[in-house]
């Protein structure tokens, strides 16, 4: 049994495919960099490259914040500044690697957005130490009732998106042209719907699907968590201020059981399992709100990297070019002002 990152590729090495569309270029705007993280060693550039250049044509990449190198000292506030100064540094590497290589085009960082307007301190923070880079924002909103059945639980406070003064930093960060990125839990689509219609001039990215869950109280409701997903997923389209990230489906908390299996899923499995996710979030969507991600490295506890993008090329085969084109990198560009 797979048990770590540093496992993982004899693993992935089991189930090999030729790669789907190998000239259509990708921009993947969702990856995590960082040191050793126990169960998810280290990943830095040199790791990310290795799998942006497993055989698809990754042009650019977006990094999302994961609370990496914080500074130790200093203000509390000013402390996930580390993190882009970290980030920026990973970032101008990647424009020396050349013709072919994936470049890091953009951060969204982190900030305590419950500081109202003093948020703005910090995001002059990461403009500085962005390089140009910086683009947004993600505070994470993913709470649940039992998060010991969680590998990675999230730590909000109660009724975060209905905070008052996290209200008003989302909206600074909008009024600034910055866009902020949410991650919760399904059961949390409804609040968020809520903090989109509450704060309608921000630009908003609903990262993962809205994690539905599938382990702990979750696990063997997936029939059912779906049917309410779909509803959930249809009100927040009516909001024009969210777009959709397609990704992040693979983690182990979504409880399809691949991490630790005897073999990896290939593209096949991964679509039959999957694909309703996608298709139903594209149609209420629609492509040019929707952008496909990685979330790698998280989910490469689940699914190796050229498959991942084998089946995501697979479950919109039948779309038309510009349909796809806006999927595989021009919603990402867009929005991300790539």
């Known amino acids: 049994m797979v048990q770590s990152l540093g496992e993982l590729g004899p693993w992935h090495s089991l189930v090999e495919e030729e790669i789907v569309e190998p000239e259509r270029p990708i921009v993947d705007p969702h990856h995590h960099l960082w040191h050793d993280r126990g169960i998810m060693p280290q990943y830095l550039l040199e790791d990310l490259w290795a799998d942006t250049d497993s055989g698809h044509r990754i042009e650019k990449t977006v990094f999302l914040e994961c609370r990496a190198e914080y500074r130790s000292a200093g203000p509390e506030h000013l402390r996930p500044l580390g993190e882009t100064e970290f980030v920026a540094e990973q970032a101008a590497q990647s424009r020396k690697g050349g013709p072919g290589v994936a470049e890091i085009a953009a951060i969204v960082s982190h900030a305590d957005l419950q500081l109202g307007d003093s948020v703005e301190e910090v995001l002059a ?16 909103g993913a709470r649940d009732r039992d998060p010991g059945a969680l590998m990675i639980p999230g730590a909000a406070p109660e009724g975060l998106y209905q905070d008052a003064e996290f209200q008003r930093g989302l909206k600074r960060l909008g009024e600034l042209g910055y866009s902020y990125d ?74 399809f059981g691949w991490m630790g299996r005897e073999l990896p899923p290939g593209s096949d499995e991964f679509v ?46 039948d779309f038309s070019e510009d349909e796809k084109d806006a999927m595989f990198r021009g919603t990402a560009i867009r929005v991300y002002r790539l």
């Open 125 to 140: 923070g990461h403009e500085e130490a962005g390089r140009g880079l910086f683009r947004g924002i993600r505070h994470a």
């Open 182 to 255: 949410a991650w919760h839990y399904h059961h949390q689509n409804p609040a968020f719907a809520g903090l989109a219609r509450a704060v309608p001039d921000t630009k908003m990215v609903l990262d993962h699907f809205g994690t539905p869950l599938g382990v702990g109280r979750f696990a063997g409701r997936r029939a059912e968590i779906f049917e309410q997903w779909k509803k959930d997923v249809a009100e927040l389209a009516e909001c024009p201020n969210v777009v959709a990230k397609l990704g992040g489906l693979a983690m182990p908390d979504n409880g």
């Open 272 to 317: 039959e399992a999957q694909a309703p996710y996608y298709l139903h979030m594209i149609e209420c969507f629609t492509p040019e709100r929707c952008m496909f991600e990685s979330n790698f490295p998280v989910d490469k506890l689940s699914i190796s990297y050229h498959v991942l993008w084998n089946g995501l090329k697979k479950i919109v085969r």
